[in-house]
């Protein structure tokens, strides 16, 4: 908006000088407007040209002051392309060295490879969630969309060792690979695993083929969109209504019910304590889908004896204001 203000004035100026110009040589000598325009150029412009026609003592005196009126304007013109230019440049520089900053503090973060179409959604679904992310993306005419979006990125490879490091690759929580070919997505995730042994690694996979080799590379889990998709619509024409109520509990927005999971803290007071006398379905509504145990042990509809350890993991729906009393209770 400033540069626009800017830009408004220079192009006023040079209206207003051409026009008082054009004007006054009409007026002071009596000039066709032609002639007057054209002395006026070339006064402005400092060119040096003869006069169009020999001037008078008036004549001279106002082609002294648009003389220096122009000169004044070239100098404004000159120090607001000098200051755009710096100003730029130290707001980029600054930028920059501000996003470094937050992304160097980070911890336990996810880290998109790749701000496709897939990766621009992951990031708006986990930054919704409050989720700290790092996207890696090394197409600079993404760069838009991320500053848009407002995440914090670095323009790289993500299959370099040092553009991995930057992004914190150590103290990440996760890493999704959503790089544009199965290939690279393979080379990615064996240098992440190597990197960072614990890390939690999901890649996506464009071909059915490609999966094993993924897993075997170290990927915790690959999606297959195309599979998902295939699914998601034969399963929308033979159970529509669990169709249904799954988008309600996934939608993004307009609803308050999901599915969620939450892991006990080991500082939880609900730790040692039965399903039955938690109060997650009395006091907060919640109905509990599965737990996970540490041990990796899944428990459908697990009974009300069954009691909380610290490791487990609930899977419960409710209204999302519930979940998140939960989540403070199983993790203080």
Known sequence: MEHLRRLCIVFALSAALLGIGTVGYILVEGWNPKDAFYMTVITLATVGYNEVHPLSDPGRIFTMVLLL????YTFYVIGYIVRSLVEGRILMVLGRRSLDWRISHLKSHYIICGYGRIGRVLSRFLIQKRLPVVIIEDNENRIHAMQADSVPYILGDAREESILKKAGIDRAKGLLGALGTDAAN???TLLARRMNPDLFIVTRAG?????????????????????????????AVLRPTVIHFLELAFADESTDIAIEECPVGAGSHLVGVCLKDSGIRQDLNLIVISLRKASGEMRFNPSAETCLEAGDTLVVVGENRHLEELDRLLNP
């Open 69 to 72: 009126l122009g000169v004044g």
């Open 207 to 235: 071909r059915n083929e490609t999966k094993k080799t993924l897993l075997a590379a170290g990927s915790d889990k690959v999606i297959s969109p195309y599979d998902l998709g295939a699914r998601r619509m034969a399963h």
């Open 186 to 188: 393979v080379m990615l």
